[in-house]
């Protein structure tokens, strides 16, 4: 028993302030316990008053009215503050209770103790002995739920009237003392019962109670994430009733909240879903059967059209939730997506991507071997549009464009936009399809006609390269190069046409591929050179200047033309690296000659693509300190076919550098003299095919008279190149043409003999140098 005194002493110290509280407010209740602790001490009080003549004892039961009096005081002051036990006030209000119920109890004890051993009454025994039993086994149940203050009330009271009983002479009461000690003991261990009991039982209620406030907090927590939550979300039981849903599931349902119910079965709720997509939610409750169909997540339509993600998961029970995200406005984005990615945003048509991926699935189906033809169209003369009438009436002008091709194919092709002004036309030919020829004929026919576009009358045409599958190929990349090839060569003809593919068409494609890889090798091992060929001043037979001239011998293929080349660089671009090597190493050539002679450089009309050019030909002047003035760049006026502005923008800026610009081939296009007007040119250069002629044709006579006339008008010189006898420059310098250049005079020299020629002739063809110069030049030339 004592062990457990001291076990239970210890673990007072383990209790929960709020546990400690409610059995320190437990001691003032009830409170008619104390009133009847009273009632007894006047009981007692007033019969020993009565009865008794002993001063000591008197004064005592008086001590155990007042003290119970101030008991009921402090009950009575602790039920009206309205105030209960807390556990910061817990130890003042223990303590007050237990003083006020030990004082209580030893002096109970204390009068019973005095009045057995002072007292010769046996009725007076009896009624305190009795009282103070009595009241020392209600206490110990009453208060046992605070053993010291308990079992201090239960020793002060017994203890004293066992030890006075004990004392007293008379046998009986010895071992009625003796059984009251003994029953004391007794009622300790019965209190410490209790008090564990009911420690015990509060301790469950605070866990209990503490677990359903964490269950209603969760809830709470539950029924707020659920009522907040983003998403719809609902659980049907395995019966397929609904069980519970949150507010956000009726907006994305678009239904009024008051539309779904506890117990609404779930054939009801799927009438708010599209009919197509009702079988996804096929369900009957069998948790094994059915687990399947009932995980699944799948993208839905509601009645209004609105699109909705439905994520759903069977549960072990055989419950199902379902979530809901209206999703609407993300399908619409990846539509949007969708279509700026498959769709040409100008014409509505398929674009290169969507056009690609069509052809090849259109090949891939194609098992039986049908023919499938692929049409390659581009516009002719639209670049012209949009330089002359602006970008958005070209567009303008696609859109119409688009709308006729259309017109034509009708059901019968898939029509797409490459790019620019390049279309792409697919054909199945069957039986009753129209035949390539056909077709072609009808797309040209219908863009020969003239457009009219924001009031601007436009003709313009169209080429087309017609491939043909299985014929020319099954790959639709391979089909779509030889379309390409064979609109190439359509352009090559004379535009306003279709061509098919045939295989010399690759064969003369692989011949440019290799000589592009070949230019590309002498580019990379500096394989090409400079030769420079005089220009003589007809009258005077002083050198006015050199024309710089590229060469190139090929490991294999010996010496290539510069035709052949240049026109393959033209179509590759490559033209304009090789432009930049030649300005740079004639720039070079000429710092080191010993006169300021000028030099000429031909300028291709690729080149101008080249817009950062101006400003490499101004850090080479800057490196090789040379006067710009001595530059000389030739142009043709194929440059101007392209885009004009954009050439006279570049040719301006050749002006503002200081270097001269020259017109080159003058004569042999439908513009040559309005090119005259469009920019002051230094010199004009007389195309060679009318001096070869010069003295077997009388118009190429009348057109080199001509020129050199305009040239002495305008105040322009006028070069003749080509010259190959003394006749035809005779003729020429009688004419009034300025300078003179080709065989008769010299040959292209390399860069060593065009400095001798400078360094002995002292700029000047004398006859005495002519033969010594011609001749080094016979042996040295770079052809």
Known sequence: MFKRLFETIKSEKNLSATIRAQLVDGLFHPFASLIS?????????????????????????????LIAMARIGLGIYYLRSGQPVTPKNVNQWEWAYAIGGTAFSLCLGMVTFF???????GAIHLMLTTTTAAYAASIAGRNASRPWVALGQLYSASVPMGLGLVLHDTLFYEVVGAALLIFMFGMTDITLAVRKT??????????????????????????????????????????????????????????????LH????????????HPADRDHFVFDGDVERDRAKANFEHTIQLEDKRYVDVSSRQTSTGNRVLVFADVTEQKKAEAKIRNLALVDQLTGLMNRTSLQANFRSLLDDNTSGQEIAVYFIDLDHFKNVNDTLGHPVGDDLLKQVAKRICDVCMDECD???????????????????????????????????????????????????????????????????????????????????????????DQKAQQVRAMELDIKYALEENQFRLAFQPIIDANTLEISGFETLIRWTHEKRGRVVPSVFIQVAEQTGQVIEIGRWVLR??????????????????????????????????????????SPERIELEITETAFFQDEMATLDILRQFQSIGVRISLDDFGTGFSSLSQLRTFPYHKIKIDGSFIRDLETNASSKAVA???????????????????ESQEQMDYLRDSGVSEIQGFHMCRPLNSEDATSLLEIGKGKFDPEYLDQIKKRSDKTAAQ
């Open 115 to 121: 009045a057995v051993l002072r007292i010769d009454n």
């Open 198 to 259: 009911i420690i015990s039982a509060l301790e469950t209620r605070e866990k209990n109670k503490e677990l359903a406030d964490s269950f209603e907090q969760q809830a709470n927590l539950f029924d707020g994430a659920l009522k907040n939550m983003s998403h719809g979300l609902c659980m049907f039981d395995r019966d397929n009733k609904l069980l519970v849903w949150n507010p956000i599931l009726c907006e994305i349902l678009g239904c009024p909240p008051e539309r």
């Open 262 to 273: 506890k117990g609404e079965t779930f054939e009801d709720v799927l009438q708010l879903i």
């Open 37 to 65: 602790g009273a009632v007894a001490g006047l009981f007692i009080a007033a019969v020993l008053s009565v009865t008794s003549d002993d001063q000591l004892v008197e004064n005592i039961a008086y001590a155990v009215v």
């Open 415 to 505: 029509v797409g936009r490459m790019a620019g002004d390049e279309f792409l036309v697919t054909q199945k030919l069957s039986p009753h399809a129209r035949t390539p020829e056909i077709l072609s004929s009808q797309i040209i026919e219908a863009l020969k006609q003239p457009f009219n576009v924001a009031t601007h009358y436009v003709r313009i045409g169209a080429s087309i390269g017609i491939a043909i599958s299985p014929k020319d190929g099954t790959d639709a990349a391979l089909l779509l190069k030889r379309a390409d090839m064979a609109l190439y060569a359509a352009k090559n003809m004379g535009r306003n046409r279709y061509e098919f593919f045939e295989p010399k068409m």
């Open 705 to 723: 008279t001509a020129v050199a006339h305009i040239g002495q008008a305008l105040n322009i010189r006028v070069v003749a190149e080509c010259v």
């Open 585 to 626: 190493e004639a720039i070079r050539t000429a710092s080191k000659w010993p006169t300021d002679t000028p030099i000429a450089i031909n300028f291709s009309a690729v080149q101008f693509q080249d817009t950062d050019f101006p400003k490499y030909l101004k850090s080479q002047l800057r490196r090789f300190k040379i």
